[in-house]
């Protein structure tokens, strides 16, 4: 049985910045622009790449507004969302009138789906958003306890690495604040804000490529492998321009997935997923 608006699980201690932090922020249009839409087509194509046939079921984990899930069932996929923002599973839910999957509020430790019933699990933010390693071992692990033999976990990480690019990119670098998480991210990958500026993101764990592949194998995932999502894409200064040519569209993705993989440039992407198989 799939959660229903009936029977929802609340989040389970999820920090409570991070709930802060996400009832301020607008998730759906971060994917619409810029770096965000790269960041959206990019995990598009390496979805498509590695997910099973469409009907195939498909676990949503920290789906937010419900952009992949929508995207997903346009496709033919069978989708369950699940999200601890009760404002994002309320946006959700109104994506889901009409592509038709269905929305709960949980947690990703605490899954309320059966043992081995998904093709397909989706932990596109779940991981970086719990600093503590037991408890990204627990997501971990209700994933592999809800998917089936064979099936596909795609876990995604922010590189350790992110918060450095990004303060030389925006400027944030001049502010000693700012300058004082970069360095406590570069010396244990906790990041944490103790500011009031939405911008400087929130509570998080910021994963250096190997350990997000480490963890993911650690919980009984083979074949794991991790990939440079936006990879290098962040450093073109007319980087909408290229997006919205869809030839110079075209050469720019044909080169990061080119470079996907190159260990020597994988920590200079802003996102990274992980793909395993149960």
């Known amino acids: 049985?799939?959660?229903?608006?009936?029977?929802?699980?609340?989040?389970?201690?999820?920090?409570?910045?991070?709930?802060?932090h996400y009832d301020r922020y607008e998730e759906s249009g971060r994917l619409a622009s810029g770096l965000g839409l790269l960041e959206r087509l990019r995990t598009q194509e390496l979805l498509l790449r590695f997910l099973p046939e469409p009907p195939a079921r498909i676990y949503d984990v920290g789906g937010g507004p419900g952009v992949y899930a929508s995207w997903l069932a346009g496709?033919?996929?069978d989708v369950h969302l699940v999200d601890p923002v009760r404002r994002y599973a309320d946006q959700a839910?109104?994506?889901?009138?009409?592509?038709?999957?269905?929305?709960?509020v949980g947690d990703a430790r605490t899954l309320p789906f059966p043992d081995e019933s998904a093709e397909a699990l989706l932990?596109?933010?779940?991981?970086?958003?719990?600093?503590?390693?037991?408890?990204?071992?627990?997501?971990?692990?209700?994933a592999h306890r809800v998917l089936?033999?064979?099936g596909v976990v795609a876990a995604a990480g922010i590189s350790r690495y992110a918060s450095a690019i990004d303060g030389l990119d925006s400027g944030f670098d001049a502010d000693p604040a700012f300058r004082a998480i970069v360095a406590e991210d570069l010396a244990t990958g906790r990041h944490h804000n103790p500011t009031d500026e939405i911008a400087y993101f929130t509570s998080a764990f910021f994963h250096r490529p190997g350990e997000l592949a480490d963890e993911v194998s650690a919980a009984g995932f083979s074949a794991v492998r991790v990939y440079a999502v936006e990879g290098v894409g962040w450093a073109p200064t007319d980087l909408q321009d290229r997006l919205d040519d869809l030839e110079r569209r075209r050469l720019l993705l044909d080169l990061l997935r080119s470079l996907e993989t190159e260990q020597e440039l994988m920590g200079a992407s802003p996102h990274l997923l992980a793909i395993g198989l149960r």
């Open 93 to 104: 839910r109104e994506a889901a009138k009409e592509r038709r999957f269905s929305v709960a």
């Open 1 to 20: 049985m799939m959660p229903s608006d009936e029977h929802e699980r609340g989040p389970a201690e999820m920090l409570p910045e991070v709930l802060g």
């Open 148 to 150: 089936r033999p064979g």
């Open 123 to 142: 932990l596109l933010g779940p991981l970086y958003h719990l600093p503590e390693a037991a408890d990204r071992r627990r997501a971990l692990s209700e």
């Open 75 to 77: 496709a033919g996929y």
